[in-house]
């Protein structure tokens, strides 16, 4: 059965969302704390390698949520093969945040952690609701704030900030149907 772009849209948007903020939440968690108690040079390496895994992370997790993002059995999705280009796209921006890095390594958590945020944008549009805009938004005005304000700290509080929006996304998320 052939399904318009409207059907697969709505079926997209049906879905729980759970398993790919839960990685990014573990994984910025991950490299706040990695910040917390490692030099910046293992900080550095920390978000390179824990922001690349959050897609793999959140294959695995999507095990445990219910949404199972590698069943093969399911309906091809327009939508879901979209959301993988606007991942490809948060992937790309290190094309950005590396010339930042090398002239000045504190950078790194400012950019990533705005640059890879701007998925969520497209994200919002696809299941109409406000969570991707709140997301984008207010994570990007937070990291640039924290990035000002704590310059001694930006490995540690900039990844604390992007985990405390993540809670903020996951609980909207959670209950946007019964808002509705």
Same mark, same amino acid.
């Given at each position: 059965? &052939? /399904?318009?772009?409207?059907?697969? #849209?709505?079926e =997209?948007? &049906?879905q ?6 839960? !990685? ?8 706040? =704390? ?17 922001? +690349? $895994?959050?897609? @793999?992370?959140?294959?695995?997790? $999507?095990?445990?949520?219910?949404? &199972? ?7 091809k &999705?327009? =939508? ?9 796209? !948060?992937?790309?921006?290190? $094309? %950005? !945040?590396?010339?930042?890095?090398? *002239?000045? @390594? ?6 990533? +952690?705005?640059?890879? +945020?701007?998925?969520?944008?497209p994200f $919002? ?10 997301h984008?938004?207010? #994570? ?7 990035? @000002?304000?704590?310059?001694? @700290?930006?490995? %540690?509080?900039?990844? =604390? +900030?992007?985990?405390? %929006?993540?809670?903020?996304? *996951?609980?909207?998320? #959670?209950? /946007?149907?019964?808002?509705?």
């Open positions: 059965m &052939n /399904r318009t772009l409207e059907e697969q #849209r709505i =997209f948007a &049906n729980k969302f759970l398993a790919t903020p839960l !990685a990014g939440l573990i994984v910025w968690t991950i490299i706040g =704390f990695i910040g917390i108690f490692f030099s910046e040079f293992v900080s550095v390496w920390s978000i390179f390698i824990g922001t +690349g $895994s959050i897609v @793999y992370l959140g294959l695995f997790l $999507s095990k445990f949520t219910g949404e &199972n993002f590698l069943d093969k059995t399911k309906p &999705n327009e =939508f879901d093969t979209l959301f993988l280009y606007t991942a490809g796209q !948060a992937i790309l921006v290190y $094309s %950005i !945040a590396i010339p930042f890095f090398l *002239l000045d @390594y504190t950078s790194l958590p400012m950019t990533v +952690g705005i640059l890879t +945020g701007l998925m969520w944008l $919002s549009w696809i299941i109409k609701h406000w969570s991707g805009i709140f984008t938004l207010t #994570r990007t005005i937070l990291v640039l704030v924290l990035w @000002y304000l704590f310059p001694e @700290y930006r490995f %540690i509080v900039i990844p =604390f +900030g992007i985990v405390l %929006i993540y809670i903020i996304t *996951l609980v909207i998320l #959670r209950y /946007r149907k019964q808002v509705e």
